[in-house]
């Protein structure tokens, strides 16, 4: 167990409709990052939280939004869903901004939620 | 175009056989993780490199930075099935606001 948790671990969907996936850092961390991982584009940054603020943007489409809470547990919205959203979703956590210089910790991530679209 | 690349892309070889794995750019680095990620889980940290020339050894594990800090290495010695799952490197930079930049993998097959 990393100390992330996510849910749900699979969720099944048809496409145009909208889901949220949660996660809780691990505790004493205050940054939250989200990821997609499909096979064909490997694992891609999609957004960062720090202590409830948006701190950093990646690849994410408009349609995702994601936002994090004052307990510090972040949730990311997927609308309008497309079959191509059909991916991994990974939650990681870092205790400062800069995950390479908090003590070269790095990101605990959580399990995933694997999202399919049909 | 992937700023770090990852060789091979995948690489499947015999329980007790060495193997090294390859992590490179054409831009300089602050510094440098490797990750482990096994099926339906995510990525572990394995090491974190910051000084070039660097090498760091997590048991049967050797990790190297390149002196110019633009690539990496992984080198497994008597390669165990528990070894296996996809190998991932992941660098910061300045210019990237230190988020961490990934390679698209390793996928690493050890057969008893």
């Known amino acids: 167990d990393s100390g992330v948790t996510q849910t749900p671990k699979h969720l099944i969907t048809a496409t145009g409709q909208r889901v949220t996936l949660r996660c809780s850092p691990r505790s004493g961390d205050l940054s939250v990052y989200w990821y997609q991982q499909s096979l064909d584009q490997g694992l891609q940054f999609l957004i960062q939280?720090?202590?409830?603020?948006?701190?950093a943007k990646g690849n994410i489409l408009e349609r995702f939004s994601a936002q994090q809470f004052p307990d510090l547990h972040s949730e990311l919205n997927l609308s309008s869903l497309e079959l191509g959203d059909s991916a991994l979703y990974f939650c990681?956590?870092?205790?400062?901004?800069?995950?390479?210089?908090?003590?070269?910790?790095?990101?605990?991530f959580g399990s995933g939620t694997r999202l399919t679209v049909v | 175009t992937q700023l770090l690349e990852q060789s091979p892309q995948f690489l499947s070889i015999q329980e007790g056989e060495n193997l090294t794995v390859y992590c490179n750019s054409s831009?300089?680095?602050?510094?440098l993780q490797w990750y482990r990620q096994e099926p339906g889980e995510g990525p572990v940290l394995l090491v974190t490199?910051?000084?070039g020339g660097e090498v760091k050894k997590l048991k049967r594990l050797t990790f190297q930075f390149g002196d110019a800090r633009k690539d990496s290495s992984l080198h497994i010695t008597a390669a165990q099935p528990g070894d296996t799952g996809l190998y991932l490197c992941a660098g910061g930079r300045l210019d990237s606001n230190y988020q961490l930049i990934w390679g698209a993998g390793t996928k690493l097959i050890i057969k008893p």
């Open positions: 490199v910051v000084t």
């Open positions: 990681a956590s870092s205790p400062g901004i800069y995950p390479l210089f908090d003590g070269s910790q790095g990101y605990t």
């Open positions: 831009s300089v680095f602050s510094s």
């Open positions: 939280y720090y202590n409830g603020e948006e701190r």
